[in-house]
């Protein structure tokens, strides 16, 4: 793992002391081992350490910068990733299922990771999708108000005095918000994420002030302004660009494809319906995009649709919106990445430094894999050999 080396040279700025220093290339190659397991106690088995002491103490209270190499993480990855034409941020979050209740921000809540309510604790995250490869780059623990309304229990998990309640669109904000001053989005970038965000006037509000455009999934219910001035609920719309065009008889429907999935190629029916563009840039649209199954499921008559709320220029091409509504199961595959590859649910630890300091390790553990991937896809193509 030569190269590992030059990643650990990139944070090594942020280790005020040789030890941890040392130590955190040790965790990093024990998080890219083939164990079954990457805790604490693995690791330092891994690493020919007789106790796992100084594992938990590189997460729990050496020192080094925790966000800072949370940065460097974010620069690796776009240095690495980087594609100004089909770059995309995408904002999603994930669980990991806990036992007892002294872990910071546990609680019984629903989580997308077993699709029901558990104990377990929520990271709201920001990953980075492009043809070159895709990575998580940076990372946000959710507190519950059970927990923000207890300073007792947060001083007892290590969370800091001054962190207080925030929404999971205003811990999206926050990390976009930190991409954004590190200069990481282009003119051509774009933010995807599900109908929590969409939903969210301020965090629509946020992409619109600073002209990033963004494609974000909303209910069907949702109460949308046409340019006329009316307004309609999402489905409605969708009955409306249904029909023929008038002037030239084609179908209100493009059939497309999102790339491949687990079952093959992932073929929508896509429209976009115009919307009122009031409070947008100058020369921006602003439109309703709908996904529609090319055919009802088994059993049913009715095909499913999905509807995403889309501002950008106002010669964004209608394959280009599809392409970013697709570009947001990226970060599923970053989740199921950083999970079986690098460990980032297997940690054993309680407080919110040490949660922080893991997942942020794991990120990076991950986010090597993805750019050696990449360096190696690029290798067979300029060599001509078709990849796997």
């Given at each position: 793992?030569?190269?590992?080396?030059?990643?650990?040279?990139?944070?090594?700025?942020?280790?005020?002391?040789?030890?941890?220093?040392?130590?955190?290339?040790?965790?990093?190659?024990?998080?890219?081992?083939?164990?079954?397991?990457?805790?604490?106690?693995?690791?330092?088995?891994?690493?020919?350490?007789?106790?796992?002491?100084?594992?938990?103490?590189?997460?729990?209270?050496?020192?080094?910068?925790?966000?800072?190499?949370?940065?460097?993480?974010?620069?690796?990855?776009?240095?690495?990733?980087?594609?100004?034409?089909?770059?995309?941020?995408?904002?999603?979050?994930?669980?990991?299922?806990?036992?007892?209740?002294?872990?910071?921000?546990?609680?019984?809540?629903?989580t997308?990771?077993?699709?029901?309510?558990?104990?377990?604790?929520?990271?709201?995250?920001?990953?980075?999708a492009?043809?070159?490869?895709?990575?998580?780059?940076?990372?946000?623990?959710?507190?519950?108000?059970?927990?923000?309304?207890?300073?007792?229990?947060?001083?007892?998990?290590?969370?800091?005095?001054?962190?207080g309640?925030?929404?999971?669109p205003?811990?999206?904000?926050?990390?976009?918000?930190?991409?954004?001053?590190?200069?990481?989005?282009?003119?051509?970038?774009?933010?995807?994420?599900?109908?929590?965000?969409?939903?969210?006037?301020?965090?629509?509000?946020?992409?619109?002030?600073?002209?990033?455009?963004?494609v974000?999934?909303t209910?069907?219910?949702?109460?949308?302004?046409?340019?006329?001035?009316?307004?309609?609920?999402?489905?409605?719309?969708?009955?409306?660009?249904?029909?023929?065009?008038?002037?030239?008889?084609?179908?209100?429907?493009?059939?497309?494809?999102?790339?491949?999935?687990?079952?093959?190629?992932?073929?929508?029916?896509?429209?976009?319906?115009?919307?009122?563009?009031?409070?947008?840039?100058?020369?921006?649209?602003?439109?309703?995009?709908?996904?529609?199954?090319?055919?009802?499921?088994?059993?049913?008559?009715?095909?499913?649709?999905?509807?995403?709320?889309?501002?950008?220029?106002?010669?964004?091409?209608?394959?280009?919106l599809?392409?970013?509504?697709?570009?947001?199961?990226?970060?599923?595959?970053?989740?199921?990445?950083?999970?079986?590859?690098?460990?980032?649910?297997?940690?054993?630890?309680?407080?919110?430094?040490a949660?922080?300091?893991?997942?942020?390790?794991?990120?990076?553990?991950?986010?090597?894999?993805?750019?050696?991937?990449?360096?190696?896809?690029?290798?067979?193509?300029?060599?001509?050999?078709?990849?796997?």
């Amino acid at each position: 793992m030569a190269s590992l080396d030059t990643v650990v040279e990139l944070i090594s700025g942020r280790f005020a002391r040789v030890e941890p220093r040392r130590r955190v290339g040790t965790y990093l190659r024990g998080l890219l081992a083939g164990l079954e397991r990457k805790n604490g106690w693995t690791l330092a088995e891994h690493a020919g350490a007789v106790s796992p002491d100084g594992m938990q103490r590189l997460l729990r209270t050496a020192d080094w910068d925790v966000d800072g190499v949370r940065d460097d993480l974010r620069g690796y990855v776009l240095a690495e990733l980087g594609d100004a034409a089909t770059g995309v941020f995408v904002v999603d979050e994930t669980g990991f299922i806990k036992k007892g209740v002294r872990s910071a921000g546990v609680q019984r809540q629903y989580t997308g990771t077993t699709g029901k309510i558990d104990n377990c604790q929520l990271g709201v995250f920001l990953a980075y999708a492009s043809s070159r490869g895709r990575a998580l780059i940076d990372r946000e623990l959710y507190l519950p108000t059970s927990w923000t309304e207890d300073r007792d229990r947060c001083a007892r998990a290590g969370v800091p005095a001054e962190v207080g309640f925030a929404t999971k669109p205003q811990l999206g904000i926050a990390m976009l918000a930190r991409a954004h001053a590190a200069g990481a989005f282009t003119g051509g970038s774009w933010v995807t994420a599900d109908e929590a965000y969409g939903q969210n006037p301020t965090f629509r509000a946020w992409l619109t002030e600073r002209q990033i455009r963004f494609v974000l999934a909303t209910r069907n219910d949702d109460m949308l302004t046409s340019p006329d001035g009316h307004r309609r609920q999402a489905k409605v719309l969708a009955t409306i660009a249904g029909a023929r065009d008038p002037d030239t008889g084609r179908p209100g429907w493009e059939r497309r494809s999102i790339g491949a999935g687990a079952h093959g190629e992932r073929v929508y029916d896509w429209t976009a319906i115009a919307l009122d563009t009031t409070g947008l840039p100058e020369g921006w649209g602003h439109w309703l995009l709908v996904r529609r199954q090319t055919e009802a499921p088994a059993g049913k008559t009715v095909r499913e649709l999905a509807f995403y709320r889309c501002a950008a220029p106002t010669d964004t091409p209608l394959r280009e919106l599809v392409r970013v509504a697709g570009a947001r199961w990226a970060i599923e595959e970053c989740f199921q990445t950083a999970k079986n590859e690098a460990g980032l649910d297997h940690y054993q630890v309680r407080s919110w430094r040490a949660w922080h300091a893991h997942i942020t390790l794991a990120m990076l553990a991950a986010a090597y894999l993805a750019a050696t991937r990449a360096q190696e896809a690029e290798k067979m193509t300029c060599s001509g050999t078709p990849s796997a």
